[in-house]
């Protein structure tokens, strides 16, 4: 469907999803039935959440009438053009996951004050998940303090964020198996790039937030995109309360929690009270939900996924330099349990082995099947239980 013309549409025209004929089973479909079933038998308190790319959605790929009727949610990723939005909100997903949430949350509060809503459509927009990726890293550095307090500003349901395991057991925040070069920057000024990059598996917390500054902007991709601590004050005062040597140092999954709590504070009764969004901030900080990924990769990774390295990248890019799946799920676990936060959180990941893992071990905890290329679904990428045949 045009942009232009699907804008056009009212938020209750958008015709029912398109199904697969019922002789060819939809693999996101059978997946999801299966990891459901998984997730019930191990005593899960909420049904697994199927996150695919959004172009499965907008494509029809993605059964959610389907999908729906078996008790799955679907949060798509990554979405950041106000259309799109509207788009996938018409077709009755229920979040989103963006970079700009700003945007997101006017785009769901036009589709609340449409008054040709259905009660199913009002209900499901009622809990509609704004999430922020990354924190929201179309306005700051990814994955940063910073980043999170502008998704907890921009009243986000979820902040959605990576993990990796430090050489202490710690969970680390960061998209990548190593401290990207091209968001960190050395404190001490000396080189890095990705010639000397520091895999997080072979650092400690301590040494990464003393040794690691993750400012960089990226204003190619992100042009609103700002890393001024003018525009961060409670990150700001979060740091100088933990001794930290900048709000955009490395952060970890427990400092997560606990600046979530600091920031409601901060507008709850600190230097924040008197701000004019101050009420609605406190109480957003003190909902929101933490969607924590573990950036994990099997052994031997499928085609699928080589063919997409670019060209002159290290050959070992395509190694897996994380721990193994249990201790990464103890890990980030660990975390999550020791700052009681289990009912608030939810672990994703495209490597299903800790998926099963958690449904097995920790079934208060949801788990977000991640997925995009369907071809995928058939390789060792994905445990043999819920392996798939797709044409």
């Known amino acids: 469907m045009h942009k232009a013309a699907a804008t056009l549409l009212s938020f209750a025209a958008m015709p029912l999803s398109a199904q697969q004929p019922a002789s060819t ?20 308190t909420a049904a697994p959440v199927l996150s695919p790319a959004d172009h499965l959605v907008l494509d029809g790929s993605i059964p959610i009438d389907a999908l729906h009727a078996q008790g799955i949610r679907i949060v798509p990723w990554t979405t950041n053009d106000p259309a799109k939005m509207r788009d996938l909100i018409r077709l009755g997903v229920d979040g989103i996951i963006s970079d700009r949430p700003d945007l997101l949350h006017n785009v769901v509060d036009e589709a609340r004050r449409s008054r040709s809503l259905t ?7 009622a809990h509609f998940d704004i999430s922020a990726h990354r924190g929201g890293r179309g306005l700051r550095p990814e994955n940063t303090l910073p980043s999170f307090e ?15 395991v430090t050489t202490d057991g710690q969970s680390l925040i960061g998209h990548d198996q190593f401290l990207n070069p091209e968001s960190c920057r050395r404190a001490d000024g000396k080189p890095y790039t990705l010639d000397n990059r520091v895999y997080i598996r072979d650092i400690s917390l301590a040494e990464a937030q003393h040794t690691y500054i993750c400012d960089k902007l990226h204003r190619t991709a992100f042009p609103d995109q700002h890393n001024d601590l003018a525009l961060s004050p ?11 040597r ?13 600046f979530v709590r600091f920031y409601a504070e901060y507008y709850r009764t600190g ?16 909902k929101v939900r933490f969607n ?18 670019p060209p002159g990248a290290p050959a070992d890019l395509l190694e ?3 721990v193994d799946p249990q201790t990464f799920v103890d890990t980030l676990t660990h975390a999550i349990l020791s700052q009681h936060m289990e009912s608030r959180s939810e672990i994703q990941s495209f490597d299903f082995r800790t998926l099963v893992l958690v449904e097995e071990q920790h079934p208060r905890i949801t788990a977000f099947y991640l997925v995009e290329d369907p071809r995928l679904l058939s390789t060792d990428f994905v445990p043999e239980s819920l392996r798939q045949s797709t044409p």
């Open 150 to 164: 502008s998704g907890l500003d921009n009243l986000v349901t979820t902040l959605e964020t990576d993990t990796g």
């Open 234 to 244: 409670v990150a700001s005062a979060y740091a100088r309360q933990e001794g930290l």
């Open 246 to 258: 900048s709000p955009f140092v490395p952060t970890h999954a427990a400092q997560l929690f606990d």
């Open 292 to 309: 924590l990924e573990t950036k994990i990769l099997p052994d031997h990774l499928p085609t699928e996924m080589t063919e997409r390295l």
């Open 271 to 286: 230097r924040g009270r008197t701000d004019p969004h101050a009420t609605e901030r406190a109480l957003t900080a003190e």
């Open 320 to 322: 897996n330099h994380t």
């Open 25 to 44: 089973p939809n693999p996101y479909l059978r997946l999801m039935e299966q990891a459901s079933t998984h997730a019930h038998t191990n005593g899960a």
């Open 119 to 125: 009660a199913e459509q009002r209900e499901r927009l």
